[in-house]
């Protein structure tokens, strides 16, 4: 999916400036600050929003999208996945298995936790779309709900284009191509390895980054041990 020279206006104010990106068939994540345009880029993408300026070149297939907030009308979980689309039963309730979710299916949407919430959304979005837009898909998750959800995003990463908005440094680590984003702009993108660095981290989010090894692994923590 290729983003070109994106610009997006909103009530006047600028809100994504030239935003080029091309996502890769893979796990995409972008990072940045609250109000840095990561919600508004999905939007733009999914058609919510009119660009000013700009191209979206689409992957074939349709999108899948899973909001960072939704409050259908009263309903149950398998009517929240129906919702909008033409999706068989039995593909649903793969994807909701898959996340560990399929007992809640005549479960009446609005009485699940924000996390079993946000699960039921993703497996929806996941059986949907080829190309599958997730927005902070891991927020309100505990440790159990989050490693399945990273392992799902891991899995289906090989056959879709999985983008997804994050403030979890940990889960770009992770990530096959990872996008900064800034004051509605793209401050860097690439491979973990080239767009995760102490000095980028400390950029983007302004403070203190620091790179901790872990075993094998390298995350990054916020320092807060001197403020
Ligand atoms: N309908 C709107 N009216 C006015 N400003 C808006 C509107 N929608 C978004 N904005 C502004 O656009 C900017 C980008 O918002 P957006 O939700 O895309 O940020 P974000 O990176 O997803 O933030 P967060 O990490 O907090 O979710 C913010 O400053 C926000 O206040």
Same mark, same amino acid.
């Given at each position: ?12 104010? $600028? ?42 070149? &689409? /992957? *074939?297939?349709?999108?899948?999208? =899973?909001?960072? *907030? ?6 149950? #979980? ?29 479960? *009446?949407?609005?009485?699940? =936790? ?13 059986? *949907?779309?080829? =190309? $599958? &837009?997730?927005?902070?898909?891991? =927020? ?6 989050? #490693?399945?959800? #990273? ?9 879709? %284009? ?5 403030? /979890?440094?940990? &889960? ?5 191509? $990872? ?23 400390? %950029? ?7 790179? #901790? ?7 990054? $923590? ?6």
């Amino acid at each position: 999916m290729l983003i070109k020279g994106l610009s997006t206006q909103i009530h006047g104010k $600028v809100i994504l400036s030239d935003v080029t990106v091309n996502f890769m068939k893979g796990l995409n994540v972008i990072l940045g600050p609250n109000g840095s345009g990561k919600t508004t880029l999905l939007r733009t993408i999914i058609g919510m929003i009119d660009p000013v300026m700009g191209e979206i070149t &689409l /992957d *074939e297939g349709e999108i899948g999208y =899973s909001p960072a *907030e939704f409050f259908p009308a009263p309903m149950r #979980v398998i009517d929240v996945m129906r919702s909008g689309t033409s999706v068989r039963d039995s593909i649903y309730l793969s994807y909701l298995q898959e996340l560990g979710m399929d007992e809640y299916r005549e479960r *009446e949407f609005s009485t699940l =936790s924000s996390g079993e919430k946000r699960m039921v959304l993703v497996a929806k979005a996941l059986a *949907e779309g080829n =190309s $599958v &837009l997730m927005d902070e898909p891991l =927020s309100n998750l505990d440790a159990r709900n989050y #490693v399945r959800l #990273v392992k799902a995003m891991r899995k289906f990463s090989k056959t879709k %284009t999985i983008i997804v908005t994050s403030h /979890d440094v940990e &889960l770009a680590t992770v990530a096959d191509h $990872v996008v900064l984003m800034k004051n509605g702009m793209v401050f860097k993108e690439g491979d973990p390895s080239s767009a995760l660095t102490e000095e980028t981290l400390s %950029t983007l989010y302004d403070v203190k980054m620091r790179r #901790v090894k872990v075993g094998e692994r390298i995350i990054f $923590v916020k320092d807060i041990s001197n403020i």
